[in-house]
């Protein structure tokens, strides 16, 4: 089975410039969520997205936000870029049935520099 | 808010010395802990995990016990490699789905 990809792996922006970022989850997970990790601030949770609804966000500000399609991909957007934005971008899938909750598969992440 | 503390700063051990790392937790209700591991250049692999008290999670020879009563989750190895580098994260998981993750740590094995 194939795990969590993500697209592209590296990034460079410049500031006030706006990103989207690509997630496909393993085959069959209907759950997908978003990190951001930073030497400062660690692993923060962003938002997680279920058959296409956003279920949990994070305290992130408006700029940050996401969407999921029907085959489960998720993209996450981020606009108007600030230097503080630069970051390694996790995105998790899970089986989740909708009750519960289950084990979080990573992908490698995209790695967001703002210059 | 749930919350997740490690030790502070990188660990430096020699092969085959005896590996701790500690982390304690605060949560309401019943969490469920984890360890993961990121190696350089990679996302997070999940390394073991406990979802209730007295739970015992191991893999790859890593062991941690939740503890409830001192809201724990040691991460012990008996015997490092040298590819047991890499950066170790404790985390918890409430009942949204959303991990809580400490700072962690690094980890350097000598040979």
């Known amino acids: 089975k194939a795990g969590v990809t993500q697209t592209p792996r590296y990034l460079i922006k410049t500031r006030g410039q706006q990103v989207t970022l690509s997630c496909s989850p393993i085959?069959?997970?209907?759950?997908v969520s978003w990190y951001q990790q930073t030497p400062g601030q660690g692993l923060q949770f962003l938002f997680e997205y279920f058959s296409e609804t956003q279920r949990n966000k994070g305290n992130f500000p408006g700029r940050f936000s996401g969407r999921q399609f029907s085959n489960s991909r998720s993209e996450m957007n981020v606009s108007t870029l600030e230097l503080g934005d630069s970051a390694l971008y996790l995105c998790?899938?899970?089986?989740?049935?909708?009750?519960?909750?289950?084990?979080?598969?990573f992908g490698p992440g995209t790695r967001l520099t703002v210059l | 808010g749930n919350s997740v503390t490690q030790m502070e700063g990188p660990v430096t051990l020699s092969e085959e010395a005896f590996l701790t790392i500690n982390c304690t937790y605060t949560?309401?209700?019943?969490?469920?802990l984890f360890w993961y591991v990121q190696y350089p250049g990679e996302g997070l692999q999940l390394l073991l995990k406990?979802?209730?008290?007295?739970d015992k999670g191991s893999n790859k020879g890593f062991e941690a016990t939740y503890r409830k009563e001192t809201t724990s989750f040691h991460l012990e190895k008996g015997s490092v490699q040298v590819s047991d580098s890499a950066v170790y994260f404790c985390a918890l998981m409430g009942g949204n789905n959303r991990l809580a993750f400490g700072k962690g740590n690094q980890v350097v094995v000598i040979p």
């Open positions: 998790a899938s899970s089986g989740m049935t909708g009750g519960g909750y289950n084990e979080q598969f």
């Open positions: 949560a309401t209700g019943y969490p469920s």
């Open positions: 085959s069959g997970h209907r759950s």
């Open positions: 406990a979802t209730k008290a007295d």
